[in-house]
């Protein structure tokens, strides 16, 4: 079946520091791919999305690319504040469905 | 303003008593779904409905039901709730593929 790896964290940086937590899928179609965020006490909200190969989605700073030569979604950002502390999560959507695979979660934390 | 709503948002039970976590949308989304929350694993969907009254289960069903009687309403059933469901849970709604997430349920069960 369809699924979600992502990096164990948590990942602890200094502010400012660059910042990538790597996420690759297995799925039979043409899968969706997202980033969602989780603040401490809080529901998640989407951070961006992919659709297709190649796209790249983008958001506040952050960006992913569609890479379905090497099945990967990686999330990056170029310089990390204290407020982009939080869990980081991966998921996948299949073409066509309304299924969602989530990714077990990445704890960032920035110190300041 | 836009919300997914959940209640209660922290529960107590012990085993075997019936309880229902009702959450409710105001964006007139079509597709909602329920999921829960632990350590380690992640988000695993629990139940998922594309309309009034269609339902489908998602990859961890067994022990929840939930009902669809309305648009914007989706209650999650543990007709006899166990340790094992001791959990964080989670609505969710969607028109399109973004899924809007309420704030959780924490539930223990004892």
């Known amino acids: 079946g369809d699924s979600v790896t992502q990096m164990e964290g948590p990942v602890t940086l200094s502010e400012e520091a660059f910042l990538t937590i790597n996420c690759t899928y297995t799925?039979?179609?043409?899968?969706?791919l997202f980033w969602y965020v989780q603040y401490p006490g809080e529901g998640l909200q989407l951070l961006l999305k992919?659709?297709?190969?190649?796209d790249k989605g983008s958001n506040k700073g952050f960006e992913a690319t569609y890479r379905k030569e090497t099945t990967s979604f990686h999330l990056e950002k170029g310089s990390v504040q204290v407020s982009d502390s939080a869990v980081y999560f991966c998921?996948?959507?299949?073409?066509?469905?309304?299924?969602?695979?989530f990714g077990t979660g990445t704890r960032l934390k920035v110190l300041a | 303003e836009a919300q997914v709503t959940q209640n209660p948002r922290y529960l107590i039970t012990v085993t075997g008593k019936k309880l229902t976590v009702t959450c409710s949308q105001n964006?007139?989304?079509?597709?909602m779904s329920w999921y829960r929350q632990d350590p380690g694993l992640g988000l695993r969907q629990i139940y998922y409905?594309?309309?009034?009254?269609?339902?489908d289960k998602g990859d961890v069903p067994e022990g929840y039901k939930v009902s669809r009687k309305e648009k914007r309403n989706f209650p999650l059933i543990l007709e006899s709730p166990s340790p094992n469901q001791t959990s964080l849970y989670f609505c969710?709604?969607?028109?399109?593929?973004?899924?809007?997430f309420g704030p959780g349920t924490r539930l223990t069960v004892l």
């Open positions: 799925a039979t179609g043409y899968p969706s």
């Open positions: 409905s594309m309309n009034v009254e269609v339902t």
């Open positions: 964006m007139n989304h079509e597709y």
């Open positions: 998921a996948l959507s299949d073409e066509g469905t309304y299924k969602y695979i």
């Open positions: 969710a709604s969607s028109r399109s593929d973004t899924q809007y």
């Open positions: 992919a659709t297709k190969a190649d």
